[in-house]
């Protein structure tokens, strides 16, 4: 061990006339832990948040995005979609079609984006009919329409509880019908939130209802269908399981009156961090009239909020390892006071002022070493007890998810450990360097 290391152990280990710079040490040690073990926490929350909205929102949804500039659909869109999902990096592309519809079962209405798409596709390009809790999403597989289909669904519009039904309600033939009509239905998949509100489930018949009516001489009506639930997803997405239903493209298309017309292809990419790029190429190969757009556009703000914050937790807890680091220079300062004479001896013996000054150092940085220590081993095991068992909970209307995560990175321990480390070596400065200053011949003169 070298000198100055074995005399700044010795000076923190020994008893110590004056007990409240044993105490004031204590602080300083005390003091380094709690801000490196609330800066991990802190950190490991905001990376969590970060690292769980990006999983959903990438699973969620798709990674790039091809629309049309006119906002008129896409049109002869199946060769499209072969040609670009040979593009470099695409793994899959899907057609869809997303609109705003009023969704309502009784006196109960919501508003909500309704997406056509095709299963199958949709599968390889987002998560979202895997999170499917209750009902299944085969009903969605495209198939020919029912003999009968579009008669009973103007038959419903009678009565939406009983589709119009005439017989006794009772009997048999009645309820034979009413299964009937409602089998024949479109199916429709909703969030668990928007069933909750609307008291529906699996095997219910709700209204959907278009903002783009059609023209009667009476003037624009509303175009609305009746659908029925086939499934309830809960993908843990407030936004999504609030405000968003699946059904088939054709049932979509015959809905808005769109012919054979869709609104968006959507791609996976092999690497979500060249997005931007793909965006690009996707644009250039689709021709003129096309736009893309990607989840690093769309989410722009959120993730932005999310970086800044997480430097603003940074600064204002690292207050609190500036504030231990005061605690270690006051302790080293009347640790010189106090050793005013053991430096007169040693530097009698042949101590130079170097080896001084790097005794009290040594032991600034040995109390910053000993409280980042144990500031880490607390912070990741408060991370590590939090993130595994979901020990806080969160409202999910308002924070989209409900707990809080926990993510720490050891690179962000790393950079705590010399942040905290570095500031604590600053505040041994000014004691070392009076400590250097010491004149043997003035300290022992009454000796």
Request: charged fraction near 20%; charge should be neutral.
């Amino acid at each position: 061990m070298r000198f100055e290391l074995f005399i700044a152990t010795r000076y923190l280990r020994a008893k110590r006339r004056q007990a409240f710079i044993g105490i004031i040490t204590g602080i300083s040690i005390i003091g380094v832990a709690a801000g490196v073990a609330s800066l991990i926490v802190a950190l490991a929350i905001n990376n969590g948040f970060r690292q769980d909205l990006q999983e959903r929102l990438i699973g969620s949804t798709s990674h790039v995005s091809l629309l049309r500039v006119a906002d008129d659909g896409i049109q002869n869109w199946p060769p499209l979609l072969d040609r670009l999902s040979k593009q470099p990096h695409v793994v899959a592309a899907a057609p869809a079609i997303f609109e705003q519809v009023l969704i309502s079962r009784g006196p109960r209405a919501r508003g909500a984006v309704l997406k056509g798409m095709i299963p199958e596709d949709e599968r390889k390009v987002g998560d979202l009919l895997n999170t499917i809790k209750e009902g299944s999403a085969a009903a969605l597989e495209e198939t020919s329409p029912p003999s009968g289909q579009r008669s009973s669904e103007t038959d419903t519009r009678k009565n939406p509880a009983t589709g119009g039904a005439s017989a006794t309600p009772d009997s048999p033939d009645a309820l034979a019908g009413v299964q009937a009509r409602v089998a024949a239905m479109p199916p429709i998949i909703l969030g668990k939130d928007m069933a909750d509100n609307l008291g529906a489930t699996v095997g219910s018949v709700v209204l959907v209802t278009s903002p783009q009516g059609e023209l009667t001489p009476f003037g624009m009506v509303p175009k609305y269908s009746r659908f029925r639930v086939a499934g309830i997803f809960n993908s843990g997405f407030f936004d999504y399981d609030s405000s968003w239903a699946f059904t088939r493209l054709s049932d979509a298309q015959r809905l808005f009156g769109l012919g054979d017309l869709i609104s968006v292809i959507e791609f996976k990419i092999d690497d979500i961090y060249k997005a931007d790029e793909v965006s690009r190429e996707l644009e250039d190969a689709a021709g003129k009239g096309f736009m893309a757009t990607n989840w690093m556009e769309q989410n722009k703000a959120l993730f932005h909020a999310l970086r800044l914050e997480r430097l603003v937790t940074f600064i204002t807890i690292g207050l609190i390892v500036f504030v231990a680091a005061l605690n270690i220079l006051i302790s080293l300062i009347m640790m010189v006071m106090e050793k005013t004479k053991d430096i007169a001896v040693l530097m009698s013996m042949g101590t130079r002022k170097s080896q001084v000054r790097n005794i009290f150092i040594a032991q600034g940085v040995l109390i910053g070493v000993i409280g980042t220590a144990i500031g880490l081993l607390l912070g990741y095991a408060i991370s590590y007890a939090g993130g595994h068992y979901h020990m806080i909970s969160l409202s999910p209307e308002v924070y989209s998810i409900d707990y809080v995560p926990f993510a720490p990175r050891l690179m962000d321990g790393v950079l705590v450990a010399l942040v905290a480390v570095g500031i604590s070596f600053v505040a041994t400065l000014y004691p070392s360097w009076s400590a250097g200053r010491t004149l043997p011949a003035e300290a022992l003169r009454y000796e």
